[in-house]
């Protein structure tokens, strides 16, 4: 059983960091594009950022320069450094990785979701 495990979120004041993480639990081939995305209430889930497997990485307008997309291949996880947060930053955060299984499938993962709540 393959499963994304999130953690990181938590509450904070405006201007202020969090970190997410995100591992793969489970016995995989590769992975290709990593991302995180995130949905606030009433509103659709947005692509925050994405990085491929060689590192080349994508944000949204409205997280450029404040957040940053990482990734540990030897790990198999990925991360999200969060700078300078304000409060329409708050939402549920998911990861989402494209997986090559070792059975040869290739699936897209998602993670359960972890709140991140900015306060002002």
């Known amino acids: 059983q393959v499963q994304l495990v999130e953690s990181g979120g938590g509450l904070v004041q405006a201007g202020g960091s969090l970190r997410l993480s995100c591992a793969v639990s489970?016995?995989?081939?590769?992975?290709?594009?990593m991302g995180w995305h995130r949905q606030a209430p009433g509103n659709q889930r947005e692509l925050v950022a994405s990085i491929t497997r060689g590192g080349n990485t994508n944000y949204a307008d409205s997280v450029k320069g404040r957040f940053t997309i990482s990734r540990d291949n030897g790990k198999n996880t990925v991360y999200l450094q969060m700078n300078s947060l304000k409060i329409e930053d708050t939402a549920i955060y998911y990861c989402?990785?494209?997986?090559?299984?070792?059975?040869?499938?290739?699936?897209?993962?998602w993670g359960q979701g972890t709140q991140v709540t900015v306060s002002s």
């Open positions: 989402n990785m494209g997986i090559w299984r070792i059975t040869g499938n290739y699936e897209d993962y």
């Open positions: 489970g016995r995989i081939f590769s992975i290709n594009d």
